[in-house]
């Protein structure tokens, strides 16, 4: 048995996560001819006249379809924008404008350079993670908003059956309750909004007003790049470590001090030496000691230390670009199946309970709640792509010569809620 989607007054398909806002939507319509008056004290013939009301629908389902291309308004077009998006090249080249001090001029030494390419890097990060946030805080907003327009119908719907005696005073206030929860959920989203745009305006300078700012930033999160393969790893190492602003130099001069000492071999034997551990009890000695090496010129400390620190410097490198590439990886494989398998199952939930509505085995609250479960569903989605792109830039900017500081990604749950009954 196909399912025929709930359709607008002009005959296309609703968005999926619309469907059972717009049904609602309709039913409360219909509740205002089912309501009892104000002052009205003859609750025989309310019953009367909701009966005749329905009776006016004898074929069901395409009469209400009727109804509603007679009756309700038409849905508000979407705001325009007021100009093209702002891209996020955009906004790091107004973010560069604010910091002229960062601008390299003539006759920098490479290590002046690279102290201020290393400071451009770093304030492109902060510019992208700021600039991903506010994209995806102002969607959701939009999604609280259709979560909102939900139980406000709701709650609408349950105040009309509980004036004719549908349904008990209990569960009017239960649907009052889910209203003030939507209505509190909205302003939350709309504050997350306006932090988000604030903290992107006060990185990128006053190139823009803060509401125009907000109205120019994309409706949603762009397309993840391609995804390298894991044979790929030791080449991202190989552009982390040439990329680095200090790694060249200091594996330079490593180098140099190596070859004024010759063969760096029984430096590295007698350091190993004068750390081993008390043979008796296994323990680390509380100080080690060369032994009875009496001669240990500096030539030899400045080519083991400057040995050490590269190799540790470089450790760190890999160790930062794995990391980072975990992160990606593991973000992005989320996001996947966030986008495709939840998707998929919570439209599949969905479709059932719109065909089970159409054939009166399910009720209006069914589908609600149905719609309220997909909606999550594209929060949670919307939520792994930004973890996903959050984890994008953070090993972009390892590759750049900058310290992992990303943070570990997380699942986003998408389960449908429990079954409260209606």
């Given at each position: ?20 806002v ?7 319509a ?5 309501a ?6 003859e609750?025989i ?11 006016r ?13 007679e009756?309700?308004?038409a ?28 601008i390299a ?5 490479a290590l ?6 290393g400071?451009?890097r ?15 805080a102002r969607h ?15 709650h ?6 509980a004036?004719?005696?549908n ?23 709309e504050?997350a909004?306006?932090?988000?745009v ?7 300078g006053a190139a ?11 409706a ?6 391609p995804f390298?393969?894991?044979q ?5 190492e190989?552009?982390a470590?040439?990329?680095h ?12 001090a190596?070859q ?11 350091l ?16 080690p ?8 010129p ?7 230390l ?18 980072a590439?975990?992160?990606?990886q ?7 199946v ?12 969905e ?11 399910k ?14 569903a ?9 973890n ?23 699942a ?11």
């Amino acid at each position: 048995m196909s399912v025929t989607p709930a359709r607008t007054p002009f005959g296309q398909p609703l968005p999926t996560p619309q469907r059972a806002v717009a049904a609602l939507i309709v039913v409360t319509a219909l509740g205002a001819s089912l309501a009892p008056q104000a002052g009205r004290a003859e609750p025989i013939e309310d019953w009367r006249t909701a009966n005749d009301t329905v009776g006016r629908f004898e074929r069901g389902h395409i009469d209400l379809l009727r109804w509603e291309a007679e009756h309700l308004p038409a849905a508000p077009a979407p705001e325009a924008p007021d100009a093209s998006p702002w891209t996020l090249n955009e906004a790091i080249v107004a973010a560069q404008r604010t910091r002229p001090d960062w601008i390299a001029r003539p006759g920098l030494s490479a290590l002046e350079r690279a102290h201020l390419q290393g400071r451009q890097r770093e304030l492109a990060l902060q510019v992208e993670r700021a600039w991903l946030q506010a994209v995806l805080a102002r969607h959701n907003t939009a999604l609280q908003r259709t979560l909102l327009q939900a139980a406000e119908a709701g709650h609408e719907l349950a105040l009309r059956m509980a004036r004719v005696g549908n349904w008990p005073e209990a569960r009017r206030q239960r649907e009052a309750l889910a209203l003030l929860d939507a209505q509190a959920q909205l302003r939350l989203a709309e504050h997350a909004e306006r932090v988000a745009v604030l903290e992107l305006w006060r990185l990128t300078g006053a190139a823009l007003p803060v509401e125009t700012l907000a109205r120019r930033l994309p409706a949603d999160l762009p397309e993840s790049d391609p995804f390298p393969s894991e044979q790929n790893l030791s080449a991202l190492e190989q552009t982390a470590l040439q990329q680095h602003p200090t790694w060249p130099a200091l594996m330079l001069q490593a180098q140099r001090a190596r070859q004024a000492v010759g063969d760096l071999q029984p430096l590295l034997t007698a350091l190993h030496a004068a750390t081993e551990p008390d043979p008796a009890t296994g323990t680390p000695q509380a100080l080690p000691s060369l032994g009875n090496i009496t001669r240990w010129p500096h030539d030899w400390d400045r080519a083991l230390l400057a040995h050490l620190e590269a190799d540790a410097l470089e450790r760190r490198i890999r160790a930062d670009v794995r990391m980072a590439y975990s992160a990606w990886q593991t973000a992005h494989m989320l996001a996947q199946v966030t986008a495709t398998e939840a998707a998929r199952l919570h439209t599949a939930l969905e479709e059932d309970m719109l065909q089970r509505y159409n054939g009166m085995f399910k009720s209006t609250w069914d589908l609600l709640a149905a719609s309220r479960t997909r909606l999550q569903a594209v929060h949670a989605t919307q939520q792994a792509r930004l973890n996903a792109a959050l984890a994008r830039a953070d090993l972009r900017a390892v590759l750049d010569g900058l310290p992992y500081t990303g943070a570990s990604p997380r699942a986003n749950t998408t389960a449908p809620a429990a079954d409260k009954g209606h």
